[in-house]
């Protein structure tokens, strides 16, 4: 399957004159944007993944960028041992979720020669397997879907609280949490692999203004790897047949296959526009934001499942 131009089987090259922090500071930055997140969150969703920049730039001038994110991963990782709550479980994941796991990756990227769909398919499964990990972990011994009902539930009496102290009616939102309560039980961990995935892209095309040589494909070049129709089918699977945990894991499978693909229809669909459009903001955003209106995204999805099989991207004879 062409993907297009794949980087080099070797350690990528800083541009020279790029600044440093060095190994430390790379790594006390990265905690500070990334612990954004959980201090102001609406304005952490943005800010948290510029974390991932000074520990790239890091690892882009050395042979590996593990002695800027591993001593924080190690003492976060002592803080859980000592303290054990749950915020100090979450953070450490998270950590090791949106900074670590996508700096490991993207060294072994451009040491391996994968492509870019390989290389998003490896760091997006990681980072799910991570994400159910840290659930699991939480909700022990109760069971995954349990614990994040109990968890739906506190969230959402807090939410109401507030809404009732500032004086706004708080009857559709009971309806609208009651309503998504229970799918939420069992999607709640494809919304962080959602907003990795997005991280992930986000990054991917700013690797060269960081220092990495090589050049990763245009979007609407992207592929994602073959092996994803595997989990496809596990996922798809899992959810007809398994039950409780099993099922539970399966229909993030399932889930996370989804996100990619409805990526893959969305790069499909830029392909055509390019040819007439451009690459402007304004054509990725709004074909972004027009395509996240239900039902368009199963419909995109769709598009994108059938593109991994039988190309659906403009040709020179369609040109001619």
């Known amino acids: 399957m062409d993907q297009g131009l794949n980087p080099p089987p070797a350690v990528p090259e800083m541009y020279a004159g790029r600044r440093s922090f060095g190994a430390f500071g790379s790594g006390v930055i990265s905690v500070l944007l990334f612990g954004s997140l959980f201090v102001l969150p609406v304005i952490g969703v943005f800010v948290a993944p510029l974390g991932l920049v000074p ?75 991570l994400v159910l990990l840290t659930v699991t972990v939480l909700a022990w011994p109760r069971s ?27 009857g559709r939102l009971q309806l609208a949490l009651d309503a998504s309560e229970r799918n939420l039980t069992w999607i709640l961990p494809s919304v962080p692999v959602a907003y990795l995935a997005a991280v992930l892209f986000w990054i991917r095309l700013r690797l060269p203004l ?58 499909m669909i830029r392909a055509h526009l390019v040819r007439y459009v451009g690459r402007g903001w304004f054509v990725r955003w709004g074909v972004a934001l027009l395509c996240l209106q239900v039902p368009l995204p199963a419909f995109v999805a769709a598009l994108g499942i059938v593109d991994s099989f039988h190309s659906l991207r403009p040709t020179r004879s369609d040109d001619e």
Do not use: C
């Open 210 to 267: 960081i220092g990495f040589g090589w050049q990763p494909v245009p979007f609407e070049a992207y592929r994602n790897d073959d092996w994803l129709a595997v989990g496809f089918v596990l996922g798809g699977l899992g959810t007809l047949f398994a039950g409780g945990t099993l099922r539970w894991m399966a229909v993030n499978l399932l889930g996370a296959a989804l996100i990619l693909y409805f990526i893959q229809g969305l790069a």
């Open 144 to 170: 995954p879907m349990q614990w994040t009902a109990g968890w739906l539930g506190s969230m959402g009496t807090q939410a109401l609280d507030f809404y009732k102290k500032i004086g706004v009616s708080t």
């Open 55 to 129: 520990v790239l730039q890091y690892t882009a001038r050395h042979r590996s960028g593990v002695a800027a994110w591993g001593w924080v991963v190690l003492l976060l990782g002592v803080i859980v041992a000592l303290a054990g709550t749950t915020i100090a479980i979450v953070f450490f994941a998270g950590y090791v979720t949106m900074i670590a796991l996508p700096s490991l990756t993207i060294e072994q990227w451009g040491r391996g020669g994968w492509t870019d769909g390989r290389w998003i398919l490896i760091a997006g499964g990681a980072g799910l397997v």
